[in-house]
Structure formats: C-alpha cells, structure tokens
C-alpha cells in the first residue's frame, strides 16, 4: 500500500499511523540524501577552484585552506552539522569547527586566501544562479548599524522579518 492510499481507503488509526511512518522515513532519507548532494556540491567547486582534492590526507597550507572555505561554505550554505560536514571529507567535527571558527580571520588577513575563497563562492553562487552579495555593501549595512540605537535596531530586525515573511 502506498503511504497516502490512507486517505482513500478505509483504514484503522494504526494502519494510518504506519502510512504517516513511512512517508516520515522516505522524507528523511530523501533530505540526507540532499544534504550530502549539497556538500558534494561545494565539494566539486573548492576542488575544482583550488584544484586539489580536500579529502586526501594532507596537512599542507594549500590543503587546509581549501578545506578551509570548504567548512564555512557548508556550514553556511547548508543545513548539515558539523559531524556531517566532516564524515564527507574524513575529518571529525572538532577539525570542522576549528576551520569554521578561523575562516573570517584567516580571510581578513592573508589576500591570496581571500581571493581563492571569493573565487569558490563566485562559482557556488553562479552554479545557484543567485548574485553574490558585496562585501562592501555588507561592510556599509554593518557600520549603519552599529550607529542605531536599540529602539532602531528593533525596527530594523522587524522590517527584515517581514521582508523575509512575505518576500518584498
């Protein structure tokens, strides 16, 4: 029986209760199977924006900066936990939480870095067919910000909200 025959059927509570079961085991090995494919995704850009292979067992600078973007992409981008960040490349999520945390200060200081990292988002944003935000125009928001005063930072917050709710 297919799990939403339930609804055409004449069935019991446990029967509709097996049906609901299994429509919830399909949707979460569908939404595993999604995140790993988004994670292979941003795999397949560093790899082919850096040209080396993330997962291999390499400790180099090269390697750790491209694995590197390669955390904060998905963590970024995705939903998927640190462990599950790592499994795909053979890391444990201690490995993918000291990259995360050392992404934007790595990226502030050391130009060949920031360059290789806003290569791979280009692609990754280009692959999306979404434009890349501007990190000036991020940078300006920041600072704008950070002159409110509270009441104004409430309105703001609020405003976004809304614009987020109903998508304009």
């Known amino acids: 029986m297919h799990p939403l025959n339930f609804l055409k059927m004449n069935t019991t509570p446990e029967e509709m209760l097996v049906s609901i079961n299994e429509i919830i085991k399909e949707n979460k090995i569908q939404a595993k199977y999604n995140l790993q494919q988004e994670l292979k995704s941003i795999i397949a850009i560093v790899t082919r924006v850096t040209g080396l ?12 900066n491209a694995r590197t973007i390669y955390c904060y992409m998905s963590r970024r981008f995705t939903s998927c936990t640190f462990k599950e960040i790592g499994m795909i490349i053979r890391r444990n999520h201690a490995t993918i939480l000291h990259l995360n945390k050392h992404y934007s200060g790595i990226y502030k200081t050391d130009k060949d870095f920031m360059t290789l990292a806003d290569r791979c988002l280009s692609s990754y944003f280009s692959e999306q067919g979404t434009e890349q ?8 928001i920041n600072e704008e910000l950070l002159k409110c ?20």
């Not at 935000?133 to 300006?140: L, N, S």
């Open 133 to 140: 935000p501007k990190v000036e125009a991020i940078e300006d």
């Open 53 to 64: 292979d993330i997962r291999d067992k390499n400790r180099t600078r090269d390697y750790v």
């Open 149 to 168: 005063d509270h009441i104004k930072l409430l309105k703001v917050k609020n405003y976004v909200e809304k614009i987020i709710e109903y998508g304009n």
